[in-house]
């Protein structure tokens, strides 16, 4: 059983623009949630969090939005650049638990 | 500043085979994890550490083991290695359970053939 989910596998934006990757879950436990990035040959770096008790968190061209109530978050790149390109993972977590749960990915491509 | 070593970066096994996954982190954390990533499943928990002298299952942890040598290794131990066991396997770290987020090695790429 999947608890977290990201259901495109790939996103392709123009770079200048806003790319947004979105990340559903099922565990209404979880209360922490973080979006990774990762290049080919390389593990995956952290790149944002968010807390349940808040909806939404920004850090430079990087915003996450959380819908608590939609067990949805969401990942802003503005404006997204050809740098950006990697693979997204949005991962969960409950309380003070260790384990992380990821999702399946998202390859982004920006293009020039 | 290292971070989160693995060796080897790449390995092949024939099915059978044991072999032992290296992990060691300098950024004096407390936790260490083992994950797995396989095309279309993302990062599966095998195994984790939360502290020195404990360890967990994860999501996936049969046909692994694993040994918390010191606060600074994590190492994964295939017995009898098997085709399902190739895989892209990353060694993580964190500092703490809780809003701490993961640091992860470059991963070790295993086939079994």
């Known amino acids: 059983d999947q608890q977290v989910k990201q259901n495109s596998p790939s996103l392709s934006v123009q770079e200048g623009r806003i790319s947004i990757l979105n990340c559903d879950y099922t565990n209404s436990m979880f209360d922490y949630f973080l979006w990774y990035k990762k290049y080919p040959a390389e593990g995956p770096t952290f790149l944002i969090s968010?807390?349940?008790?808040?909806d939404k968190n920004e850090d430079g061209r990087f915003t996450v939005f959380l819908n608590k109530s939609a067990k949805h978050l969401s990942l802003h790149i503005v404006p997204s650049q050809p740098g950006d390109s990697a693979v997204y993972f949005c991962a969960a977590k409950t309380g003070t638990a260790s384990k992380l749960t990821f999702g399946t990915g998202t390859r982004l491509q920006v293009m020039l | 500043n290292a971070g989160v070593t693995q060796t080897p970066k790449f390995q092949v096994l024939k099915t059978g085979q044991s072999m032992t996954l290296q992990c060691a982190q300098d950024?004096?954390?407390?936790?260490m994890y083992w994950y797995r990533q396989d095309p279309g499943m993302g990062l599966r928990l095998i195994y984790y550490s939360a502290s020195e002298g404990t360890t967990d299952k994860g999501e996936v942890p049969n046909g692994y083991n694993v040994s918390r040598l010191n606060k600074r290794e994590f190492s994964l131990r295939l017995e009898s290695a098997a085709p399902s066991q190739t895989s892209v396997y990353f060694c993580?770290?964190?500092?703490?359970?809780?809003?701490?987020?993961?640091?992860f090695g470059n991963g070790t790429r295993l086939t079994v053939t």
């Open positions: 968010i807390s349940s008790i808040k």
């Open positions: 950024m004096n954390h407390n936790s």
């Open positions: 993580a770290s964190s500092a703490g359970p809780y809003k701490s987020p993961l640091h």
